[in-house]
């Protein structure tokens, strides 16, 4: 990794730290109702890639405790997206419903597919 793309992933984490999203609130109860929806997802992610922040604000803002796999740091969680999703390619979300699973390769996408999973 070049030294320009280290200052520039230093400063991406760095403001997205400053301006942490505010989380809304709801009660335990609406709380669990919201986590039991998004079980079992997970989102593919580098710590550093911009695109993965707007993901990561988008769940922290919508109180979205999925689990995430750095696809960087863990080989293991490398070869899951390429296996499964068919690319190296962050961010990604895994989703599985009614026993088809899905690999969702854009933030955008993402951020909508998870509202309306929460939604529905
Ligand atoms: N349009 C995509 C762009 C995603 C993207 O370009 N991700 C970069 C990391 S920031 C990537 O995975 N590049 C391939 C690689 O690093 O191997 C999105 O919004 O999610």
């Given at each position: 990794m070049s030294v320009i793309h280290k200052i520039l992933g230093a400063l991406i984490l760095f403001f997205n730290w400053v301006f942490t999203p505010r989380t809304i609130k709801r009660d335990a109860d609406a709380q669990a109702a919201i986590d039991e929806k998004i079980a079992g997802t997970i989102l593919y992610q580098y710590k550093a890639c911009p695109f993965c922040v707007k993901v990561r604000r988008s769940m922290k803002r919508n109180g979205l405790k999925l689990e995430t796999r750095d696809a960087k740091r863990s080989e293991a969680a490398r070869d899951e997206l390429i296996a499964?999703?068919?690319?190296?390619?962050?961010?990604c979300l895994r989703a599985e419903e009614a026993n088809e699973v899905r690999w969702i390769y854009d933030s955008s996408e993402i951020i909508e597919y998870l509202q309306k999973r929460i939604t529905a």
């Open positions: 499964g999703g068919g690319k190296l390619k962050v961010p």
